[in-house]
T-cell receptor
Framework: GAVVSQHPSRVICKSGTSVKIECRSLDFQATTMFWYRQFPKQSLMLMATSNEGSKATYEQGVEKDKFLINHASLTLSTLTVTSAHPEDSSFYIC????????????FGSGTRLTVV | AQSVTQPDIHITVSEGASLELRCNYSYGATPYLFWYVQSPGQGLQLLLKYFSGDTLVQGIKGFEAEFKRSQSSFNLRKPSVHWSDAAEYFCAVGPYNTDKLIFGTGTRLQVFP
């Protein structure tokens, strides 16, 4: 149980285009979704926190207009990288907290974005 | 400030040898502690977690970790490493209310035959 399905796993896009990444909680309701970015051989950097039905909370230094987050339902959160540039190339991972009584966090399998 | 430190960026061990990956944290309240493993190009898999109770926690794949409050540490151990254990390991700390996790910088484990 507690699966977060993340798609696509890999995407290559041209500079200037937009890319949408989806994270779905398959067997539980994810009222919150954390979005992370990971550069090669580095740790995970929290970009933003999305909450179902409300605006996302972005971490300092993350451009809200570039990384659009939507959490329209209890099972789906999306991250759209708008007007992508090569420097946006990275590994993006979503994570949903489980809450009581199990606690813990379930991670998606990640999306490798390459902007050419 | 809340933080997690993994002092070892890269560790190399021989297959069959014992392993200890270090993790120190700085947290103002009672922490929830986690160890995750990440294979290249993959998401994170939970190895084990500590919330309360017995300070020695058993996880999957033969891993265990010990919470030492006096040392603010949560080191990961395995008695005998397998080649398939080669991966990136992340220690993380979180509050009781499942707010965002704080990750360490990771330790890359390399296993030689």
């Amino acid at each position: 149980g507690a699966v977060v399905s993340q798609h696509p796993s890999r995407v290559i896009c041209k500079s200037g285009t937009s890319v949408k990444i989806e994270c779905r909680s398959l067997d539980f309701q994810a009222t919150t979704m954390f979005w992370y970015r990971q550069f090669p051989k580095q740790s995970l950097m929290l970009m933003a926190t999305s909450n179902e039905g409300s605006k996302a909370t972005y971490e300092q230094g993350v451009e809200k207009d570039k990384f659009l987050i939507n959490h329209a339902s209890l099972t789906l959160s999306t991250l759209t990288v708008t007007s992508a540039h090569p420097e946006d190339s990275s590994f993006y991972i979503c994570s949903a907290p489980r809450g009581r009584p199990n606690y813990g966090y379930t991670f998606g399998s990640g999306t490798r974005l390459t902007v050419v | 400030a809340q933080s997690v430190t993994q002092p070892d960026i890269h560790i190399t061990v021989s297959e069959g040898a014992s392993l200890e990956l270090r993790c120190n944290y700085s947290y103002g309240a009672t922490p929830y502690l986690f160890w995750y493993v990440q294979s290249p190009g993959q998401g994170l898999q939970l190895l084990l977690k500590y919330f309360s109770g017995d300070t020695l926690v058993q996880g999957i794949k033969g891993f265990e970790a010990e919470f030492k409050r006096s040392q603010s540490s949560f080191n990961l151990r395995k008695p005998s490493v397998h080649w398939s254990d080669a991966a990136e390991y992340f220690c993380a700390v979180g509050p009781y209310n499942t707010d965002k996790l704080i990750f360490g910088t990771g330790t890359r484990l390399q296993v030689f035959p």
